[in-house]
């Protein structure tokens, strides 16, 4: 029998869950019963659903209306858990956005209610075939001992991309935490991955250094960096800016006594000490979610893999208010909705972060402060 599966949320990246779930459900692996929306959802967004599905305002009548056996939360990221709860509440397994949970207590109360039930996390990168080869290349000392591990990222980010959302650029909403920030969201892969491949994501680091700065007038950061130290563990280090002067391909970088590993992890190209490799694109996590609960395939992002990605989430929302760029190493590019901000050089200071495995502030960069230590 085919799970009837939901999507809490019908815009923005919630449109790509519907895709997903849309290709399935052509494909008579679930039943796409419904989606729901506080705002009226984009056309585009019904157009995905298939005849007679359910579309409402309200999660909890939606579950109502059609008993679903998994529900995808893609909402805003104050609003997961609450959604978690009310769609476990109701009897079904999870897939839930990135980040799953904005504190360690969340995590733990997530992890309680979610026991017997399967929880998958949106870290699509953990689907990536790059992550064997990664390992193996590891196993099989290719690049001698692993010293560190690091992760980079700098993207162009304009006005109309804090536009998009209440809560885009904000570190709370109405008193309630959001923290959206570099690090915590659009780079959140960055940090997890690089967590994963650590082999560290389901532990706690025994400390952690986070550095928040901002380009534009916002609450959150747009330039961030962090280190998250661990008993017996390598350090992993990641540095990232969406005032970039142009957009890259993010990465981990692993460093070894005896060479390094490079993973695009959006493209999936490895380089192994100087030889490329081409890993296969990633498996989709909802036809994971499926396969797990019908053949009991393992989980590919499982909630118990972002433990450590939560204690960092933890680490930047108890962190002072991000530090404003002095005006002089900030320029305004463009106009309108197509504004961006630019640092001059901070492209390379942040792939001079992971070649280093170092903090903006330890690299003594002119614009950053004193590093705030959680």
């Known amino acids: 029998m085919r799970p009837g599966v939901v999507v809490f949320g019908m815009a923005g990246y919630a449109g790509q869950h519907l895709r997903q779930a849309r290709a399935l459900h052509d494909r008579g692996e679930i ?8 705002r009226e959802p984009p056309e585009d967004a019904r157009a995905l659903l298939p005849e007679g599905a359910a579309i409402t305002r309200d999660a909890a009548e939606l579950l109502a209306r059609t008993t679903p056996d998994v529900a995808v939360v893609a909402t805003p990221p104050h609003t997961h858990l609450p959604l978690a709860k009310l769609a476990l509440a109701a009897g079904c397994h999870l897939l839930v956005e990135k980040p799953p949970v904005l504190d360690l207590a969340a995590f733990a109360e997530l992890t309680e209610l979610a026991r017997g039930r399967a929880c998958q996390t949106g870290f699509q990168s953990f689907g990536s075939a790059a992550i064997p080869l990664v390992r193996r290349a590891i196993a099989n000392g290719e690049i001698g001992t692993v010293t560190g591990i690091a992760a980079a990222g700098a993207w162009i980010r304009r006005d109309r991309y804090f536009a998009r959302a209440a809560w885009a650029g904000r570190r709370r909403v109405g008193g309630q935490p959001v923290v959206d920030g570099a690090l915590t969201n659009p780079f959140a892969h960055a940090v997890a991955t690089a967590l994963l491949v650590n082999g560290t994501a389901e532990d706690l680091p025994e400390r952690t250094a986070v550095e ?7 609450e959150s950061d747009d330039t961030a960096c962090a ?3 661990f008993a017996g563990a390598p350090d992993v280090v990641v540095a990232a800016t969406l005032d970039a002067e142009a957009d890259h391909d993010p990465y981990v970088l692993v460093h070894g006594t005896n060479g390094r590993i ?9 380089t192994v000490d ?3 490799r081409q890993a296969a694109p990633p498996r989709d996590l909802l036809a994971n979610l499926v396969a797990h609960l019908r053949d009991g395939e393992p989980l590919l992002a499982p909630l118990a893999a972002t ?8 680490a930047v929302r108890d962190a002072p208010e991000p530090l404003p760029l002095p ?7 463009d106009s309108g909705p197509d504004r961006h901000f630019v640092v001059p050089g901070i492209d390379r200071d942040v792939d001079t972060a992971a070649e280093r495995l170092a903090l903006f502030s330890e690299l003594a960069l002119p614009w950053t402060g004193a590093a705030t230590r959680a």
């Not at 490079?262 to 490895?270: I, V």
Request: glycine residues 4%.
């Open 31 to 38: 039943l796409l019963s419904g989606a729901c929306d506080i």
């Open 212 to 218: 928040l700065y901002r380009a534009r007038d916002i």
């Open 227 to 229: 280190r998250l130290s």
């Open 262 to 270: 490079r993973w695009h992890y959006k493209t999936d190209l490895l």
């Open 274 to 276: 100087g030889e490329q």
């Open 307 to 314: 433990r450590a990605f939560t204690a960092l989430v933890e």
């Open 327 to 333: 005006t002089e190493w900030v320029q305004a590019v």
